[in-house]
């Protein structure tokens, strides 16, 4: 997959899990199945392909219907609550209370709200990215 000018610039703001959630986001229809695809097209090993916490993140807004385009749904495997899906709607929370926090500030604000200390898993770089390409439905 060839970057974008503006793709180099927010790489900064997020990875290429960030970019994986625009372009499945823009896919649209299936967004299992466009996340699959989107990873295939960046990643070349399987262990980044099948990354859950980004991917749990992304199909955590998409069932709430947060994403653009994608119908809500269930899309998680797994009836538990999903933590991954947890942290990505609290940063949607706290982003349209505070739309400049850093990904870095996002999941300290995570963690003060869960009362956890832990690091995140790339499910900033979901959010983040999602919500720098207005694909999040306010």
Known sequence: MRL?????IN?????KYGLIAI?????GVNPERSWSNATIKIYKT????????PKNAFLGL????LVKGI????????????LNKQYALISVALLKTNPNLSRKELWIKVEEKL???????????????????????I
Do not use: T
Not at 11 to 15: D, G, L, P, R, S
Not at 46 to 53: F, Y
Not at 62 to 65: D, I, Q, R
Not at 119 to 126: C, E, P, Y
């Open 11 to 15: 790489m900064a703001i997020y990875n």
């Open 115 to 137: 009362k956890i200390n832990k690091s995140h898993n790339s499910q900033m770089d979901v959010v983040l990215a999602l919500w720098d390409k207005h694909l999040i439905a």
């Open 62 to 65: 998409c069932e709430e219907g």
């Open 4 to 8: 974008k000018g503006s793709e180099i």
């Open 23 to 27: 372009q499945a986001a823009k896919d």
């Open 71 to 82: 119908k809500p749904g269930v899309y998680l495997k797994n009836s538990v609550a999903n």
């Open 46 to 53: 399987i262990s980044s392909q099948k990354k859950g916490c």
